[in-house]
Structures are given as C-alpha cells and as structure tokens.
Antibody
Framework: QVQLQESGPGLVKPSETLSLTCSVS????????WSWIRQPPGKGLEWIGYIYYTGSTNYNPSLKSRVTISLDTSKNQYSLNLRSVTAADTAVYYCARVPYGSGFPFDYWGQGTLVTVSS | DIVMTQSPLSRPVIPGEPASISCRSS???????????LDWYRQKPGQSPQLLIYLGSNRASGVSDRFSGSGSGTEFTLKISRVEADDVGVYYC??????????FGGGTRVEIK
C-alpha cells in the first residue's frame, strides 16, 4: 500500500521560505507525477504544482515565481519550497501522487500538514 | 484559467435516498483523445481528499458502486444512488485538462438532513 507523509516546520515567518518534504513508502517514485496541493483553513483546494519522476516540473501560474519542487529518488522523497511567504500562504499542505496515462487524478494523498505563516 | 463552479453549496440528504451534485466548467473539458478530464473527490471531516471518479465517469479503485459520474462538455454530475451516513463531507470536482492550471470547484457540502 502506497503511503505519503509530509514533514516540515509548522510555523514560518513572513518573507521567509516554506520548505516541506513528502516521503513515499510502499512504492517507487518512478513512473508517476508527484504533486503538492494546499487548502487554507476552512477553504477549498488549490493545486501548487507537480514534478514528474524524470524531473520535469509544472507549476500553478499564480505561484510559479515563488515555487520550486524537487525530487530525491534515492530517498523516495520530493520537496516543496515556497519563497517570500505571507499570511495568505497559511494552509494545510498535501502531497499527492498522479498515475500516468489516466488523465491527472490524485490517487494517493498524504495526511496533510498545517503550515502557519506568522511572526 | 478554467473556472469550475459547483452547485449547490450545501446538499442536505436523507440516508437511503439518492443525491446529486453538479459541476460546470468555463470551457469544454473534452481532450482530443475523447475523454473528459474531470475528476471528483470527497473530503471527509478532518481527512485528506479521496479520489472517487476520474475521467468523468470512471470509479477509482475501492470506491462503492453507489457513486457514479456523468456528463460531457462543460456540465458534469456526481450521483450517489443511496446516501449513507458515512458519505458526509465536502465534494470537489477538478478539471485536469489544463496543466499547468489544474483547478478545483469550490466544493459542495453533503450533510445528513
């Protein structure tokens, strides 16, 4: 059974960089897209971006200037960096897997981690 | 960006009765391969979202056959044939035709009447 687990600081100061890691167990990174999605408290879902196992990336245009997603296949992990954060970036951050070849459904999700941006 | 609009915002339901949720996109979600790039998710309280339906009408692995997806072009529907108490939560549609630019609907809250 594939499992995803987010990890990282729960509190980030304004203007600093939010950094999260998603650890994948029970399956390989190869052959899949790996994505980040966030959800502000009490609100809906926002797609942040994805990285393919080959290393190619794609980002939400509204966040593209501040986002980097990277991959560490040796550790079966991938990471999110979001620069110059503000209070509007406070959200639960989810990592999720996308299988290739059936549209772009997020078939496995992590449990999510709340990141608060505050001084 | 493709804008996704769900209705209603809230759907009170009676266990055992059917229920449906609508999702409209600002442009057609039909891919050149003929499939509609529309997925449905359910988020139970305090949990991560769960994939229910992909490519408009395909049930995800392990999802009850009480759930079905239909629609074409810009109009889509998620139907629950017989609602159970465990079905409560917020349901989201998502378009996957434009990447980058995946977008979710605002969500429909299903609650027991």
């Amino acid at each position: 059974q594939v499992q995803l687990q987010e990890s990282g600081p729960g509190l980030v100061k304004p203007s600093e960089t939010l950094s999260l890691t998603c650890s994948v167990s029970g399956g390989s990174i190869s052959g899949f897209y790996w994505s980040w999605i966030r959800q502000p408290p009490g609100k809906g879902l926002e797609w942040i971006g994805y990285i393919y196992y080959t290393g190619s990336t794609n980002y939400n245009p509204s966040l593209k200037s501040r986002v980097t997603i990277s991959l560490d296949t040796s550790k079966n992990q991938y990471s999110l960096n979001l620069r110059s954060v503000t209070a509007a970036d406070t959200a639960v951050y989810y990592c999720a897997r996308v299988p290739y070849g059936s549209g772009f459904p997020f078939d496995y999700w992590g449990q999510g981690t709340l990141v608060t941006v505050s001084s | 960006d493709i804008v996704m609009t769900q209705s209603p915002l809230s759907r009170p339901v009676i266990p055992g009765e059917p229920a449906s949720i609508s999702c409209r996109s600002s442009q057609s979600l039909q891919h050149s391969n003929g499939f509609h790039y529309l997925d449905w998710y359910r988020q139970k309280p305090g949990q991560s979202p769960q994939l229910l339906i992909y490519l408009g009408s395909n049930r995800a692995s392990g999802v009850s056959d009480r759930f079905s997806g239909s629609g074409s072009g810009t109009e889509f529907t998620l139907k629950i044939s017989r609602v159970e108490a465990d079905d409560v939560g917020v349901y989201y549609c998502m378009q996957a035709l434009q990447t980058p630019g995946l977008t979710f609907g605002g969500g429909t809250r299903v609650e027991i009447k």
